[in-house]
């Protein structure tokens, strides 16, 4: 052994020669139990809690995605009252989108929770029926705000082209001109 590699060690507490060394004489790491590594071995018969703790955790995460629309209805209330009720380009973009989303997250409600029904031990339709209710909640609003806006054809006047026209029965003729 040279003097340089002498000195060296003596200096660096935590050099290791990996091909002097066997296996045993290294210092375990902080919080390592020999036991813990047996028992999580001879648990290999714990598989069927590890698939209930999935299901429960798909379970989970469902209702995370399902309560989502619920989560962005004060966000779009908020923006469909700074619109205003007012006809203009702002007011209708707001309200268009709040048509267009519900509609395709309705639509898509399948795809949505594809990820989650591919388990069949996970039960997903309480979880979709709650998104479809929430996106119907969305779509109502959209639907206050057209009515707002007087988009929506909600009094008699609105249906005034379609009502047939009168037919006066009788016409009654005045003033002096019979008297001359």
Do not use: C
Not at 13 to 41: E, L, R
Not at 109 to 129: E, G, H, I
Request: charged share 15%; proline share 5%; net charge positive.
């Amino acid at each position: 052994m040279t003097s340089t590699t002498a000195n060296y060690r003596r200096v660096s507490k935590w050099h290791v020669n990996m091909t002097s060394q066997t296996d045993n004489a290294m210092p375990k790491p902080i919080g390592y139990t020999t036991s813990a590594v047996a028992a999580a071995d001879a648990d290999a018969g714990n598989m069927e809690s590890r698939r209930r703790d999935s299901s429960a955790l798909k379970l989970k995460k469902a209702w995370d995605v399902a309560l989502g629309p619920g989560k962005s209805i004060p966000m779009n209330a908020f923006m469909m009252w700074m619109s205003g009720s007012a006809v203009g380009i702002f007011s209708i973009m707001i309200t268009s989108m709040m048509f267009f989303t519900p509609m395709k997250a309705i639509l898509g409600t399948n795809a949505t929770f594809a990820r989650f029904s591919a388990d069949a031990d996970v039960n997903v339709t309480v979880p979709k029926l709650a998104f479809i209710g929430l996106n119907l909640l969305a779509l109502a609003m959209a639907v206050y705000k057209v009515s707002s806006l007087g988009f929506l054809p909600t009094s008699p006047s609105d249906w005034l082209a379609f009502m047939p026209e009168k037919q006066i029965a009788e016409v009654s003729g005045g003033g002096m001109a019979g008297l001359l």
